[in-house]
Nanobody, 130 residues
C-alpha cells in the first residue's frame, strides 16, 4: 500500500521558519518526483515545489522561490520542505504527492490537479499569524 504522510505543520509567526516532512512508503518501482502543494481556504490548490527523487533536481513555485527549499533523504524515504521567512499568505493545508516520471523530469512534472499526480497524502496545516 502506498502511503504519503505529511507532518510538521503548526502555528508560527510571520518571519518564522518551519520544516515539513513527507514520509513515503510502498511506492512501486520506478522513478518518482515528490511535489509539495498547498491549498488555502477558498483558493485553488497551488504547486509549491517538486523534487526528482532519483537525482535531486527541483523546481519551486514563484510565490515561494527563494524562501522555501525542498530536499530528500533517500535512505529514510523522506522529503522535506524547509520554509523560511513565512508570511501570512503561506497559511494553507500543505500536501505531498508522488508522480512517476518515466525518467523525464521538468518544470511541469508536478501539477496540482488530483489527476496529474499518482499518489496523494493527507495534508498538514500551516498557520502563519501574529
Amino acid at each position: 500500500e502506498v502511503q504519503l504522510q505529511a507532518s510538521g505543520g503548526g502555528l508560527v509567526r510571520p518571519g518564522d521558519s518551519l520544516r515539513l516532512s513527507c514520509e513515503t512508503s510502498g511506492l512501486p518501482s520506478g522513478d518518482y518526483a515528490i511535489g509539495w502543494f498547498r491549498q488555502a481556504p477558498g483558493k485553488e490548490r497551488e504547486g509549491v515545489s517538486c523534487i526528482n527523487l532519483s537525482e535531486g533536481s527541483r523546481y519551486y513555485g514563484s510565490a515561494v522561490k527563494g524562501r522555501f527549499t525542498t530536499s530528500r533523504d533517500s535512505a529514510r524515504k523522506l522529503v522535506y520542505l524547509q520554509m523560511n521567512s513565512l508570511i501570512a499568505e503561506d497559511t494553507a493545508d500543505y500536501y505531498c504527492a508522488a508522480v512517476k516520471t518515466g525518467g523525464y523530469f521538468s518544470l511541469t512534472t508536478c501539477q496540482p490537479s488530483k489527476h496529474d499526480m499518482d499518489f496523494w497524502g493527507k495534508g498538514t496545516l500551516v498557520t502563519v499569524s501574529s
